[in-house]
């Protein structure tokens, strides 16, 4: 019985050291192409955190985000339980009472701290495991430590949503969330705690569910009032504070415009240069794209191919992009879809990239937006700009066929090929994970229409529509 139970111990430790192993391969792969250092293992130490993982920012505008992790894995079959305030179905990764104190503990003092746990599925020995390459030896899963040890009470274990399998799309998204946490971190700092006037003004561009007696702001009260606060932050800090409010005010101001043109917009085109810079994973769960993303598929929701469409640049070349740049930009192909828009990603054009190119019908015209490059930041709408719309709408005719990927015209194996990913890379999780991703806010929201069969299935519904 005693040699059994040591060999029962020796074989959960190799388990363990082959999670560990293959956690930090598939990170590092996952992360290749981005600028950052390969996964940090530190001291062994199995209460507490045995990674640190630098995700990137890619924006000059912000850091690179540090995040921790602690690996567990099993070879037992776990039976399911129905989790009613997660609305999931989820099972239970038992830890001893002193060792999950010890994790709470850890989590108190460390941001980001994330349990990845590898579930040896098929009961395979470790040398069989071996065997196989990182990506088919275990299941994974992932929750946010920080939001699972606020719930109450003193049980012994972990809840697992089934949903929260961790996979480079999980990855990416996580990355995305986090991302744009930080970006609008500006906007929560002490700092504008202690000047109540812009704390107000914030509320009004970016109002909580309970706040809806806040009439809005426009952009010139922006513009107007926020110079005034500038000595108050260090430089870098109030171009953040600006330029969040900026977006947040600037779609706001072209949401109600479509609202107001229901019915007579019988276009709307535009050019996003996000992802040249950087900063696409607005895109996916900043609460004001989504806002105006989900106007713009009201408005017209049955235009045919290139009427109510979307032009993604790629940020480099495509050998060169990793592979968390090219599953982002999937990601919004993804969420676009679902909210009843076209969308081609392109190649990037060698001139004038970096500008805002837009047209809108029902008379709005070409609506002024901003303009990025290498040296910063210029806003369109405050100065006196002569873009004319047929400019715009040239530049638009002229690339939106330069085509990389036309998911609508492309099945999963072919838009996997063109990326040179895996077609099992672009499939999202089941349903939209639990406990993982930054928390939604005023500023964040979930692209929840992306999960699962959904996803293809509004990629299909929208192919059916422009092309019928």
């Known amino acids: 019985m005693a040699k059994t139970a040591r060999n029962k111990g020796f074989e959960a430790q190799e388990l363990g050291n082959i999670a560990e192993n293959?956690?930090?391969?598939?990170?590092?792969?996952?992360?290749?192409?981005?600028?950052?250092?390969?996964?940090?293992?530190?001291?062994?130490?199995?209460?507490?955190?045995?990674?640190?993982?630098?995700?990137?920012?890619?924006?000059?505008?912000?850091?690179?985000?540090?995040?921790?992790?602690?690996?567990?894995?099993?070879?037992?079959?776990?039976?399911?339980?129905?989790?009613?305030?997660?609305?999931?179905?989820?099972?239970?990764?038992?830890?001893?009472?002193?060792?999950?104190?010890?994790?709470?503990e850890s989590v108190l003092q460390d941001e980001h701290f994330y349990l990845a746990f590898a579930h040896n599925v098929s009961n395979a020995q470790s040398s069989a495991l071996l065997l196989l390459p990182p990506n088919e030896r275990f299941v994974w899963y992932c929750i946010d430590l920080s939001q699972q040890m606020i719930r109450e009470g003193e049980e012994n274990y972990l809840v697992i949503p089934e949903q929260n399998v961790l996979n480079l799309s999980t990855f990416s998204l996580l990355w995305s969330s986090l991302w744009v946490e930080k970006f609008y971190d500006a906007l929560t700092s002490r700092t504008i705690s202690e000047i109540p006037d812009l704390g107000k003004m914030i509320r009004r561009v970016y109002p909580n569910s309970k706040e809806t007696n806040l009439s809005p702001v426009n952009w010139n009260v922006i513009t107007n009032n926020l110079s005034k606060y500038e000595k108050e932050f260090e430089k870098k800090e109030f171009t953040k504070v600006s330029l969040s409010l900026g977006i947040g005010s600037l779609l706001e101001n072209i949401t109600k415009k479509l609202y107001s043109k229901s019915g007579k917009l019988d276009t709307i085109q535009t050019y996003c240069p996000e992802s040249l810079y950087g900063t696409a994973n607005l895109w996916l769960f900043a609460k004001s794209y989504h806002d105006f993303m989900g106007a713009s598929g009201v408005v017209l929701e049955k235009g045919k191919a290139g009427q109510n469409l979307r032009i993604l640049p790629l940020p480099d070349d495509p050998e060169r992009m990793s592979k968390l740049e090219k599953v982002c930009i999937w990601h919004i192909v993804l969420l676009y879809s679902a909210l009843k828009v076209e969308v081609r990603i392109i190649y990037c054009p060698k001139i004038d990239a970096g500008s805002d190119h837009s047209y809108y019908g029902g008379g709005i015209g070409y609506f002024p937006w901003l303009n990025i490059s290498d040296d910063g930041l210029t806003w369109m709408i405050e100065n006196n700009i002569d873009a004319t719309n047929s400019r715009h709408r040239d530049f638009i005719n002229e690339h939106m066929n330069n085509i990389f990927i036309n998911p609508y015209r492309q099945n999963i194996f072919g838009i996997a090929n063109s990326f040179d990913l895996h077609p099992d890379d672009l499939r999202t999780a089941p349903k939209c994970p639990k406990q993982l991703f930054a928390k939604s806010s005023s500023f964040i929201e979930y692209p929840s229409g992306i999960f699962g069969g959904a996803g293809f299935h509004f990629l299909e519904k929208v192919k059916q529509q422009i092309y019928r």
């Open 22 to 104: 293959t956690f930090s391969d598939l990170v590092q792969i996952w992360l290749a192409g981005t600028g950052v250092n390969r996964p940090s293992r530190l001291t062994p130490d199995s209460q507490k955190i045995d990674f640190v993982v630098e995700l990137p920012s890619l924006w000059k505008g912000m850091t690179s985000m540090r995040t921790h992790w602690q690996i567990k894995s099993s070879s037992q079959k776990f039976t399911k339980h129905r989790h009613p305030e997660l609305d999931s179905d989820c099972f239970h990764f038992s830890f001893r009472p002193n060792d999950l104190r010890s994790l709470k």
